[in-house]
């Protein structure tokens, strides 16, 4: 079993939707997370991180952490065709700095 | 990330030939790291640096070398390249228990 799960998809949407992206993992020693978006052809781009549990906002991005259920989410509200990328989860220990990485879900955001 | 630039940003080579691949970075981040992102396996990590002289392994360091001569240069060598490194490789930068930033990738591919 990976130490984090994330469904590939490709998740298919309206434009104007809001959007739930979701990873899951097993070690309860990742205490930081952060989210990636990725388009085709580019590198990783930060989008999110935070080190607490709870919701942490920028802009039409909600990341969302509840560390009991070892559960992160990241919500896109009023998506639109510009967000069609592959979106990362990563999740770091404090001790190291290394991160581990979902495998990514496909958003197609369609006009 | 224009603080990471990597070279060449496509390659192409035969099997059996030594290939380096180059990264720069301009942000003085402490730690790099080099990637490489295969569908099905996300992002594997291959080597790490933590300073000047300082690597380590990564997960799936078998048939790769590193080298990193100064803090803003990380050079990934495969000596004898194999098909099955035929991948995109991704670079990135980061400082302690913070977020890692990356180029924009090397497209490499092995006859």
């Known amino acids: 079993q990976k130490e984090v799960e994330q469904d590939p998809g490709p998740l298919s949407v309206p434009e104007g939707a809001i959007v739930s992206l979701n990873c899951t993992y097993s070690n309860s020693a990742f205490q930081y997370f952060m989210w990636y978006r990725q388009y085709s052809r580019k590198g990783p781009e930060l989008l999110m991180y935070t080190y607490s549990s709870g919701n942490k906002e920028d802009g039409r991005f909600t990341a969302q952490v509840d560390k009991s259920s070892k559960y992160i989410s990241l919500f896109i509200r009023d998506s639109q065709p510009s967000d069609s990328a592959t979106y990362l989860c990563?999740?770091?220990?404090?001790?190291?700095?290394?991160?581990?990485f979902g495998g990514g879900t496909r958003l197609m955001v369609k006009p | 990330d224009a603080g990471i630039t990597q070279s060449p940003r496509h390659k192409v080579t035969e099997t059996g030939t030594p290939v380096t691949l180059r990264c720069h970075q301009t942000e003085n981040h402490r730690y790099m790291y080099w990637y490489r992102q295969d569908p099905g396996h996300g992002l594997r990590l291959i080597h790490y640096?933590?300073?000047?002289?300082?690597?380590d392994k990564g997960e799936v360091s078998d048939g790769y070398s590193v080298s990193r001569s100064k803090t803003e240069d990380f050079l990934l060598t495969l000596e004898s390249a194999t098909s099955s490194q035929t991948s995109v490789y991704f670079c990135?930068?980061?400082?302690?228990?913070?977020?890692?930033?990356f180029g924009d990738g090397t497209r490499l591919s092995i006859l």
């Open positions: 990135a930068g980061g400082d302690s228990n913070q977020p890692q930033h």
């Open positions: 990563a999740l770091g220990r404090l001790a190291g700095n290394m991160l581990t």
């Open positions: 640096s933590y300073g000047v002289k300082d690597t």
